[in-house]
């Protein structure tokens, strides 16, 4: 496999980014769901890892999307509807975006609640606002909102794929994951 | 010493005049420029925090160290770290237990000078009925008729027994607390 996209495949290095961000974001929703009616200890504890897992989910999509600066994605398939093409395009653009936004929107609101966003104990985050309990509330439902929006958007996403695999049968699914095309190009 | 009656008088003035001279300077705390504050570690991030209202006896001279004395008192329930629920948890009955120790008390009464205007002193500290001894560094900085006394202390919140139950866990609220201190004294 191929570190960098092809024409028609995403390369081991794209591949890599996406599962693993996949495997993050659910993460995120496992402990935020966990989280609530802990013990005021245990939720400092869950949410310490949350915040991590959220600053390491930032610094991938910021590598991500430099990865991609560098190395254009293969071309959905052709002869899909247009439609098809641009809710593609949409849906990918806000991904991308909810990925920066969620966990800007997760390290500011804990900053405006006077909890420094310390990555997993390495590296302290600088806070960019003071603590404010009304701008604490308004980011909290910000960064929910958000992260349903994503919730919602990778499913459709999901639900795209596999269509593409199962109906459609053809490689969107594939060329997203280490396996061989279904009609091997190469 | 009949004949001179006056005599014992004026020695005894001498005597009282001379103990005063010694003695060192009681000073008054400036409450509005004066700040009490500590940092503690929580999620492996630091968070500040002030007690509002504390009162200071400070008699200290660094010519008469073995007459200088601190007697700090400090209203536990007047902790600030900038999230209420915070302040709510540390007043709570498993941490400061504010209702039942309304004050924690420090007296320091045995001071060392460390050259220039730097000075030691071990003190007591009371907090949550266990007293123990923590030693403070600080500056003494004075010019003309005020000073500032500038100064730190470490402590192990468990010590005092601040972390009951669950609150005994130290991985996500670290047992170190930094104290610090700016008085303005005049």
């Known amino acids: ?186 | 010493m009949r004949k001179y009656p006056h005599l014992s008088y004026l020695f005894v003035l001498v005597l009282v005049c001379g103990s005063v001279a010694l003695a060192a300077t009681q000073w008054t705390l400036q409450p509005k420029e004066s700040k009490l504050t500590f940092v503690g570690i929580q999620a492996d991030a630091q968070f500040e925090g002030t007690f509002e209202r504390f009162t200071a006896d400070i008699k200290f001279d660094p010519k008469d160290l073995a007459g200088s004395h601190f007697d700090v008192k400090i209203d536990t329930a007047s902790v600030n770290t900038r999230d209420s629920e915070r302040d709510d948890a540390i007043k709570s009955d498993d941490l400061f237990a504010v209702k039942q120790f309304p004050s924690a008390h420090y007296v320091a009464e045995r001071f060392t000078a460390k050259g220039g205007n730097k000075f030691t002193a071990v003190g007591r500290l009371t907090l949550r009925n266990v007293t123990r001894e923590v030693p403070i560094e600080f500056t003494f900085d004075q010019k003309d008729k005020s000073a500032w006394l500038e100064g730190s202390a470490q402590l192990k919140r468990l010590d005092f027994g601040v972390g009951q139950g669950d609150w005994k866990e130290t991985k996500d609220v670290g047992n170190d607390v930094k104290v610090s201190f700016v008085l303005l004294l005049k």
Not at chain 1, 17 to 29: E, K, M, P, S
Not at chain 1, 41 to 67: D, E
Not at chain 1, 137 to 160: G, N, P, R, W
Request: net charge positive; aromatic share 10%; charged share 15%.
């Open chain 1, 1 to 186: 496999m191929h570190l960098r996209n092809t024409l028609t495949r995403y390369g081991a290095v794209a591949q890599l980014f996406h599962w693993a961000i996949v495997a993050l974001v659910i993460t995120q929703f496992v402990l935020a769901e966990r989280a609530e009616g802990l013990s005021p200890v245990a939720k400092i504890g869950i949410l310490a890892t949350h915040k991590s897992v959220g600053i390491t989910i930032l610094g991938l999509a910021l590598l991500r999307l430099t990865w991609r600066l560098f190395n254009p994605v293969p071309p959905l398939p052709a002869g899909a509807p247009r439609w098809q093409d641009r809710a593609a395009h949409v849906s990918h653009f806000l991904l991308y975006a909810l990925l920066f936004i969620t966990p800007v929107l997760g390290w500011l609101m804990s900053s405006a609640r006077a909890f420094s966003v310390s990555w997993f104990g390495l590296v302290t985050l600088p806070d960019f606002i003071e603590p404010n309990k009304a701008a604490y509330e308004t980011l909290h439902d910000a960064h929910e909102f958000m992260a349903k929006s994503l919730a919602v958007i990778a499913i459709v996403h999901a639900a795209a794929a596999l269509k593409h695999h199962f109906f459609d049968r053809d490689n969107v699914l594939r060329r997203m994951l280490p396996v061989r095309d279904r009609t091997p190009q190469s």
